[in-house]
């Protein structure tokens, strides 16, 4: 699953290399923002507003607000593989969207780590490449969007989440989110749709919390145990 996702996320990274090129960027430069900031959405948001005639603070700012989604998903990894030393730091320049849906898609908690470090190395190694292939080919490619690589990145995405929809629930969320996606798009800036649909599913897990199932679990994880203590367990 990682590579599979590696692989097609990977390609549509020539679409990032040939519109930042038409952009205005050189080729280095478009090259130097996949190998550092690493994030396609962001990467994506950065040159739209280039393009548009906007400063390059305006492009950082949008492409910072994009990457916030980021910081989510490293708290969850970091629980997940409790990296140390320097692999933190790779961990943290790993942690994309397709790294932290592969590893949250699996069960068994060494598949996880397995998930993520084979989709973020997959990842990082396609997407680099193939921007350099799009920045340098340049205009010889065309409309990059006639290739359909997009819609390669979104299959793998709807593969992953596709298992996940197996109750009323998941679908329900799904669909909703969905819904907040598209009526945003042409309302909000570039990269903030996909926000508000993770505020709606922050908010729908919030609100639709268990209190007493929370405590219990609490309990659970806090009490000690009369092996350890020594004494009978109250």
């Not at 998941?170 to 945003?184: F, I, Q, R, S, W």
């Not at 996909?194 to 599913?201: P, W």
């Amino acid at each position: 699953m990682g590579l599979s996702i590696a692989v097609a996320t990977g390609l549509y990274g020539v679409s990032f290399g040939a519109l930042a090129v038409a952009a205005g960027l050189t080729p280095w430069q478009a090259m130097a923002l996949s190998l550092l900031m690493f994030t396609g959405g962001s990467q994506f948001a950065f040159i739209g507003v280039i393009a548009g005639g906007g400063a390059g603070v305006a492009a950082l700012g949008a492409a910072a607000l994009l990457g916030l989604r980021n910081a989510v998903y490293g708290m969850q990894m970091s629980r997940i593989l409790t990296p140390a030393g320097w692999r933190r730091a790779v961990a943290a320049q790993l942690t994309i969207d397709e790294s932290a849906a592969t590893a949250l898609s699996q069960g068994a908690p060494g598949e996880q780590r397995r998930g993520f470090w084979t989709a973020g190395l997959g990842v990082f190694l396609f997407w680099n490449l193939f921007t350099a292939l799009g920045a340098m080919l340049g205009d010889a490619l065309g409309d990059p969007r006639r290739w359909g690589l997009d819609g390669a990145a979104v299959a793998a995405f709807l593969g992953l989440l596709w298992p996940c929809l197996s109750q009323r629930e998941p679908v329900a969320l799904a669909v909703v989110c969905g819904v907040v996606t598209a009526l945003a798009v042409p309302l909000v800036p570039l990269g903030l749709p996909i926000l508000l649909a993770a505020l709606v599913g922050a908010a729908w897990g919030w609100w639709g919390r268990d209190p007493d199932a929370d405590a219990q679990s609490v309990k659970k994880e806090t009490k000690l145990p009369a092996a350890v203590a020594g004494e009978d367990a109250p």
